[in-house]
T-cell receptor
Framework: AQSVTQLDSQVPVFEEAPVELRCNYS??????LFWYVQYPNQGLQLLLK??????LVKGINGFEAEFNKSQTSFHLRKPSVHISDTAEYFC???????????FGQGTRLTINP | DTEVTQTPKHLVMGMTNKKSLKCEQH?????MYWYKQKAKKPPELMFV???????INESVPSRFSPECPNSSLLNLHLHALQPEDSALYLC???????????FGNGTRLTVT
């Protein structure tokens, strides 16, 4: 089975500052990793995914994440945030071939002007 | 715009009502999912259909009844719900194991 821990429930940052949202996972098998964003009153939108290959993954809206197998982490980063990045961010993991996607508890990113 | 379409966007129902939530995708995905999401929480898996057959039921109460009429459609039939069932209900689909889930915008359900 897989599990995901998002280390921060809330992250406040100022506009144009860099941000990192932390995600650690555990699994006894190889995994695929995802970051989703949820804006108010909407569904979840895929930001980026790691399936295999390069450990640095680039996604939409200027976000990127790095897969670190030894530290079982998949932290999300953005060098300069905008007010429009205010949202809930979910890290998720699935085992290769598995049907279930396991979500972390979410991190609320708040951008202050 | 989302490629997974859910209707209705909002639904208010009494505890004795029967209603249905609908989900449609035309991406050719063969796996479809129902999730329930309470405020400030991650989505909780309810059901998974794979090739139109129910493959996962996460011990969901029988007042929720899923149906997959064909590979593009997924329904969730609701009957005798409780106020604590009020939540955002999300539908999702995926191509194959390992590929990401594509979510609809959800149905906001309120049970009175």
């Amino acid at each position: 089975a897989q599990s995901v821990t998002q280390l921060d429930s809330q992250v406040p940052v100022f506009e144009e500052a860099p941000v990192e949202l932390r995600c650690n996972y555990s699994s006894s098998v190889s995994v695929y990793l995802f970051w989703y964003v949820q804006y108010p009153n909407q569904g979840l939108q895929l930001l980026l995914k790691y399936l295999s290959g390069s450990t640095l993954v680039k996604g939409i809206n200027g976000f990127e994440a790095e897969f670190n197998k030894s530290q079982t982490s998949f932290h999300l980063r953005k060098p300069s945030v905008h007010i429009s990045d205010t949202a809930e961010y979910f890290c998720a993991v699935t085992g290769t071939g598995a049907q279930k996607l396991v979500f972390g508890q979410g991190t609320r990113l708040t951008i202050n002007p | 715009d989302t490629e997974v379409t859910q209707t209705p966007k909002h639904l208010v129902m009494g505890m004795t009502n029967k209603k249905s939530l609908k989900c449609e995708q035309h991406m050719g995905h063969r796996a479809m999912y129902w999730y329930k999401q309470k405020a400030k929480k991650p989505p909780e898996l309810m059901f998974v259909y794979s090739y139109e057959k129910l493959s996962i039921n996460e011990s969901v109460p029988s007042r929720f009844s899923p149906e997959c009429p064909n590979s593009s459609l997924l329904n969730l039939h609701l009957h005798a719900l409780q106020p604590e069932d009020s939540a955002l209900y999300l539908c999702a689909s995926r191509d194959r194991g390992g590929s990401p889930l594509h979510f609809g915008n959800g149905t906001r359900l309120t049970v009175t």
